[in-house]
């Protein structure tokens, strides 16, 4: 254990005294205040925080990224080449704790440096509507939709794959498919199929109601206020494109079962939309039943004379603070360190059997690879058959290896003031660190662990 | 455990990319190193020297044979604990200072704290460096490099010290010094294995010797079995008169041998460490690294008096009284080279007998105490005992005698 520490700490001041941390340190350090003051946004206080917060911690993101590539394989490779590695692992030091020791010196410098990045960004967004004296309302809008946390619960997707298949057999049956669906792929066809199913669980006909049930709301206070944000579209669009409606939010098992009211239900008067458009409706949060059951009912009057649905994607969620913004932006660190971790594990791998040069452009494949690998997955699903055969049994488990970065952008939850949940960075942990980095350590490990050390290859 | 360093049809063949094979640089070498003995292992460049080291601690994997150093593999960490490497350069990390260096060495074995404090400045002091201690390793100069190379290899008081062309880079006072250390640290039990091209350094040090050529040995055995001419004489004489050197030539012509008289001359080495060390009297000031030749204290002729010193100048405020330590710490310096017991073991290793003596008498020493006391108060006085030697009659004379020896320069 000792020695793993003294070969910590020698990366660290390797890092530091050779100024390869330096570099970005002192970007980092003019970069972030020269944002603070630059950005405008939309010219709102929210506009500014939002594109403060998205620039800055991109920019921390990336440049810790590139400088933990650039420590951990250079750690390595210069030991090997300058043959510093000659007198140490002739030491009572195992070489699998030598790694080890490097892992722990890089992802202690990118602990430390993150929290001083971080408490920078932070310092200067908790300061920034004193420096832009912003006005009441603009303070208000950005405790509302910028400093805050919220949850957001939405529709789930149901299951109709048994409701397609039978509609597909009955085409089928009857000859119609060709009709229908010329020159389309049974996949395809499936796949429109299951689209329409679903989009009738979220349509309701003139003088139809739709209930929908969700369990563990949990706001952070009963006090504050619960956002039911919504789009609608329609069968046939209205002379005036508005849709009316009537809500009804709360506890809907008190009027089903006839108990007496206890959890208040809100019916907040007649509505009138614009078809289209996203809209809010804003109910106290008191309306969450104690064990975190909220139900949310929407009647299509009358008077609308055609058929209302909520498009599949971001028809209907309900948006409630869950946490302070301070929590969520600790957690957002946290989501960094752990991408810094996964490259560490990734530039010991790269640098356990390749020259700098060589695993520094492996790295960096895999690095911008593993922030479009979301685009790249999705490019793939739409492969005719057989490519698609070809690809689920190769490269599929290569991307898989790859963390998704994109999926899990700390910026993608800060910006729009969403609930960034400890779930998802455990989830993150588990899969980005505890799977894929450490099957490459181990890879790493092993390759240096029967490396012949004093080779020299050219 | 007969050897302390053994190869065993050692072969080592580079190939190319494509597998095949391309160099044998080191083909079917057995070579067996005794305990306690300085070993030279010597060649032209590229006969294979280094690579034949690089298997010994696993660097490089043997193609084919074994290597076996202290008893075991050169690659587990347990043997790794007992060995000194000094490699062919001091590959240092550039950005660390002298101090931090030996700091970062000595905590990869595992050393306490205060230990390598009082390693790390007795070594600094031993190779010299204790002016420029506070200066990045990357700004030293060839010969400094090396000193701290050598000053890392010794932080372990390694029972084994590997030592690859010690002396490169060292101007002809350093390597005197380098010389001058390796017979001390042989004197103080330690095995030596050394490899160079140098021939001198080999001659004045090496108790035995292989040369190696081609990956293969051309030679092997004692140095003065290998260089002695036993076909000629040589007759030292202070300056006689020419009468007495042709009488002497007339006894040897009677002989039917030929003779031949002249005036020995110094040796180059010699003169110039001699005018240096005139210069430095006169203390002229040096930027470069200036040596006490005091051998760190540390580097023990036994392994377990050695920890238990360690333990001694580590725990000073223990349960004995605090009067005592001093006691301890004025009688350590005293504990200095002992030529008598080493070479009669010297002399016995030559006449192969594996036994270790010196542990032999401890133990006997300890058993006859005359009141078995505390046990701490038992280890101290046996450490008392080693570091003064035999307790007998003879015993205040030698001490003072070794103590005059540590203290003169010309000793070196």
Redesign the interface.
């Given at each position: 254990m000792r020695s793993i520490w003294a070969v910590a700490v020698n990366t660290i001041r390797q890092a530091l005294r050779m100024k390869i941390a330096a570099i970005f340190v002192v970007l980092l350090l003019v970069l972030l205040p020269v944002l603070g003051f630059t950005t405008t946004g939309d010219g709102t206080l929210k506009g500014r925080l939002q594109t403060f917060v998205s620039y800055g911690l991109s920019l921390t993101s990336i440049l810790l990224c590139l400088l933990t590539l650039v420590a951990s394989v250079y750690t390595i490779t210069s030991d090997i080449e300058q043959r510093q590695i000659f007198t140490v692992i002739t030491k009572p030091i195992r070489r699998f704790e030598l790694l080890f020791g490097k892992l722990l010196g890089v992802v202690l410098l990118d602990a430390g440096l993150l929290v001083l990045f971080c408490a920078i960004i932070y310092g200067i967004t908790a300061y920034m509507p004193s420096f832009y004296a912003a006005t009441e309302a603009e303070r208000t809008e950005a405790a509302n939709e910028f400093y805050t946390a919220r949850a957001n619960l939405v529709l789930p997707d149901l299951d109709v794959s048994k409701e397609a298949a039978e509609d597909y057999g009955k085409l089928k049956a009857t000859g119609q498919l060709a009709q229908f669906y010329p020159g389309f792929s049974e996949k395809e066809i499936l796949d429109q199929l299951t689209k329409r199913r679903r989009l009738e669980k979220r349509a309701a006909p003139a003088g139809h109601e739709l209930l929908w049930e969700f369990e563990n709301v949990r706001p952070l206070d009963p006090g504050e206020r619960l956002f039911i944000r919504f789009k609608y579209d329609v069968s046939v669009n209205p002379p005036d494109s508005y849709v009316y409606s009537r809500w009804l939010v709360g506890d809907y098992r008190q009027i089903k079962y006839g108990t007496p009211i206890v959890t208040p239900i809100y019916e907040p008067p007649m509505r009138k939309d614009p078809i289209r458009t996203f809209r809010e409706i804003e109910v106290p949060a008191d309306a969450v039943a104690e064990d975190g059951y909220l139900a949310v009912a929407f009647l299509n009057v009358t008077l609308n004379n055609m058929v209302v649905i909520f498009p599949l994607e971001d028809g209907l969620e309900v948006l409630y603070k869950a946490d302070t913004f301070t929590a969520n932006f600790i957690r957002a660190a946290l989501l960094i360190l752990l991408r810094l971790i996964f490259l560490a594990c990734l530039g010991i791998l790269a640098a356990s059997f390749l020259s700098f040069p060589v695993a520094m452009m492996f790295c960096l494949a895999i690095f911008v690879t593993a922030n479009f690998s979301g685009f790249v997955l999705e490019s793939f699903s739409y492969m005719s058959d057989s490519v698609y055969t070809v690809y689920s049994y190769t490269l599929k488990w290569v991307i898989w290896l790859l963390p998704q970065f994109d999926k899990f952008n700390p910026a993608k939850f800060l910006v729009p003031g969403r609930l960034l949940s400890w779930s998802l960075v455990a989830r993150v942990a588990g899969l980005v660190v505890c799977v894929r980095g450490f099957l490459m350590l181990l890879l790493g490990l092993l390759i240096f662990s029967f490396r012949e050390i004093a080779r020299i290859v050219v | 455990m007969e050897y302390a360093v053994e190869t065993i049809s050692l072969t080592k063949v580079f190939s190319d990319w494509w597998g095949r094979d391309k160099v044998y640089a080191v083909e079917d070498l057995n070579l067996q190193v005794r305990y306690n003995e300085v070993f030279g292992l010597l060649g032209p460049n590229g006969s294979g020297k280094t690579t034949t080291l690089?298997m010994l601690?696993?660097?490089?994997?043997p193609t084919k044979g074994k290597t076996v150093v202290l008893g075991g593999d050169g690659a587990d960490?347990?043997i790794?604990?007992r060995?000194g490497?000094l490699?062919e350069?001091s590959?240092?990390?550039r950005?660390?200072n002298a101090r931090?260096t030996l700091d970062?060495?000595g905590?990869?074995?595992?050393l306490d704290r205060q230990v390598r404090k009082m390693r790390i400045e007795a070594l600094l002091d031993m190779v010299g460096l204790t002016a420029v201690a506070n200066r990045a390793v990357g700004t030293y100069s060839k010969g400094m490099a090396r000193r701290i190379?050598l000053a890392?290899a010794l932080i372990?008081d390694p029972d084994l010290l590997i030592l690859d062309e010690p002396t490169t880079g060292l101007d002809p006072i350093g390597t005197r010094q380098i010389k001058d250390l390796i017979k001390k640290l042989a004197e103080r039990g330690k095995t030596i294995l050394l490899c160079s091209h140098l021939l001198a350094d080999v001659e004045d040090v090496c108790d035995r010797i292989a040369i190696l050529y081609g990956g293969k040995t051309q030679a092997e055995g004692e140095v003065k079995e290998l260089l002695q001419q036993t076909s000629k004489r040589q007759i030292v004489t202070d300056a006689i008169s020419d009468g007495a050197v042709e009488k002497i030539k007339q006894i040897v012509q009677a002989e039917h041998a030929d003779c031949e008289v002249t005036s020995p001359m110094d040796k180059l080495e010699t003169f110039f460490v001699k005018t240096v060390a005139e210069a430095q009297r006169q203390a002229t000031p040096t930027s470069g690294a200036f040596s006490t030749t005091q051998i760190g204290e540390f580097l023990a002729a036994d392994k377990a008096q050695d920890s238990i010193l360690d333990k001694l100048v580590s725990a000073p405020a223990g349960h004995e009284s605090l009067s005592e330590t001093p006691k301890t710490e004025k009688v350590a310096p005293v504990e200095t080279s002992e030529p008598k017991p080493d070479e009669q073991l010297l002399g016995r290793l030559r006449t192969a007998e594996p036994a270790t003596p010196e542990k032999q008498v401890d133990t006997s020493e300890v058993e006859s105490l005359p009141d078995a006391a505390a046990g701490q108060e038992k280890i101290k006085k046996r450490v008392l005992d080693q570091l003064t030697g035999k307790p007998t009659s003879g015993d205040k004379d030698r001490e003072s005698s070794d103590q005059g020896k540590a203290g003169d320069p010309g000793d070196a």
């Amino acid at each position: 254990m000792r020695s793993i520490w003294a070969v910590a700490v020698n990366t660290i001041r390797q890092a530091l005294r050779m100024k390869i941390a330096a570099i970005f340190v002192v970007l980092l350090l003019v970069l972030l205040p020269v944002l603070g003051f630059t950005t405008t946004g939309d010219g709102t206080l929210k506009g500014r925080l939002q594109t403060f917060v998205s620039y800055g911690l991109s920019l921390t993101s990336i440049l810790l990224c590139l400088l933990t590539l650039v420590a951990s394989v250079y750690t390595i490779t210069s030991d090997i080449e300058q043959r510093q590695i000659f007198t140490v692992i002739t030491k009572p030091i195992r070489r699998f704790e030598l790694l080890f020791g490097k892992l722990l010196g890089v992802v202690l410098l990118d602990a430390g440096l993150l929290v001083l990045f971080c408490a920078i960004i932070y310092g200067i967004t908790a300061y920034m509507p004193s420096f832009y004296a912003a006005t009441e309302a603009e303070r208000t809008e950005a405790a509302n939709e910028f400093y805050t946390a919220r949850a957001n619960l939405v529709l789930p997707d149901l299951d109709v794959s048994k409701e397609a298949a039978e509609d597909y057999g009955k085409l089928k049956a009857t000859g119609q498919l060709a009709q229908f669906y010329p020159g389309f792929s049974e996949k395809e066809i499936l796949d429109q199929l299951t689209k329409r199913r679903r989009l009738e669980k979220r349509a309701a006909p003139a003088g139809h109601e739709l209930l929908w049930e969700f369990e563990n709301v949990r706001p952070l206070d009963p006090g504050e206020r619960l956002f039911i944000r919504f789009k609608y579209d329609v069968s046939v669009n209205p002379p005036d494109s508005y849709v009316y409606s009537r809500w009804l939010v709360g506890d809907y098992r008190q009027i089903k079962y006839g108990t007496p009211i206890v959890t208040p239900i809100y019916e907040p008067p007649m509505r009138k939309d614009p078809i289209r458009t996203f809209r809010e409706i804003e109910v106290p949060a008191d309306a969450v039943a104690e064990d975190g059951y909220l139900a949310v009912a929407f009647l299509n009057v009358t008077l609308n004379n055609m058929v209302v649905i909520f498009p599949l994607e971001d028809g209907l969620e309900v948006l409630y603070k869950a946490d302070t913004f301070t929590a969520n932006f600790i957690r957002a660190a946290l989501l960094i360190l752990l991408r810094l971790i996964f490259l560490a594990c990734l530039g010991i791998l790269a640098a356990s059997f390749l020259s700098f040069p060589v695993a520094m452009m492996f790295c960096l494949a895999i690095f911008v690879t593993a922030n479009f690998s979301g685009f790249v997955l999705e490019s793939f699903s739409y492969m005719s058959d057989s490519v698609y055969t070809v690809y689920s049994y190769t490269l599929k488990w290569v991307i898989w290896l790859l963390p998704q970065f994109d999926k899990f952008n700390p910026a993608k939850f800060l910006v729009p003031g969403r609930l960034l949940s400890w779930s998802l960075v455990a989830r993150v942990a588990g899969l980005v660190v505890c799977v894929r980095g450490f099957l490459m350590l181990l890879l790493g490990l092993l390759i240096f662990s029967f490396r012949e050390i004093a080779r020299i290859v050219v | 455990m007969e050897y302390a360093v053994e190869t065993i049809s050692l072969t080592k063949v580079f190939s190319d990319w494509w597998g095949r094979d391309k160099v044998y640089a080191v083909e079917d070498l057995n070579l067996q190193v005794r305990y306690n003995e300085v070993f030279g292992l010597l060649g032209p460049n590229g006969s294979g020297k280094t690579t034949t080291l690089k298997m010994l601690l696993g660097l490089l994997y043997p193609t084919k044979g074994k290597t076996v150093v202290l008893g075991g593999d050169g690659a587990d960490p347990k043997i790794n604990a007992r060995i000194g490497f000094l490699p062919e350069e001091s590959y240092l990390y550039r950005y660390l200072n002298a101090r931090e260096t030996l700091d970062f060495y000595g905590r990869l074995f595992g050393l306490d704290r205060q230990v390598r404090k009082m390693r790390i400045e007795a070594l600094l002091d031993m190779v010299g460096l204790t002016a420029v201690a506070n200066r990045a390793v990357g700004t030293y100069s060839k010969g400094m490099a090396r000193r701290i190379g050598l000053a890392q290899a010794l932080i372990n008081d390694p029972d084994l010290l590997i030592l690859d062309e010690p002396t490169t880079g060292l101007d002809p006072i350093g390597t005197r010094q380098i010389k001058d250390l390796i017979k001390k640290l042989a004197e103080r039990g330690k095995t030596i294995l050394l490899c160079s091209h140098l021939l001198a350094d080999v001659e004045d040090v090496c108790d035995r010797i292989a040369i190696l050529y081609g990956g293969k040995t051309q030679a092997e055995g004692e140095v003065k079995e290998l260089l002695q001419q036993t076909s000629k004489r040589q007759i030292v004489t202070d300056a006689i008169s020419d009468g007495a050197v042709e009488k002497i030539k007339q006894i040897v012509q009677a002989e039917h041998a030929d003779c031949e008289v002249t005036s020995p001359m110094d040796k180059l080495e010699t003169f110039f460490v001699k005018t240096v060390a005139e210069a430095q009297r006169q203390a002229t000031p040096t930027s470069g690294a200036f040596s006490t030749t005091q051998i760190g204290e540390f580097l023990a002729a036994d392994k377990a008096q050695d920890s238990i010193l360690d333990k001694l100048v580590s725990a000073p405020a223990g349960h004995e009284s605090l009067s005592e330590t001093p006691k301890t710490e004025k009688v350590a310096p005293v504990e200095t080279s002992e030529p008598k017991p080493d070479e009669q073991l010297l002399g016995r290793l030559r006449t192969a007998e594996p036994a270790t003596p010196e542990k032999q008498v401890d133990t006997s020493e300890v058993e006859s105490l005359p009141d078995a006391a505390a046990g701490q108060e038992k280890i101290k006085k046996r450490v008392l005992d080693q570091l003064t030697g035999k307790p007998t009659s003879g015993d205040k004379d030698r001490e003072s005698s070794d103590q005059g020896k540590a203290g003169d320069p010309g000793d070196a």
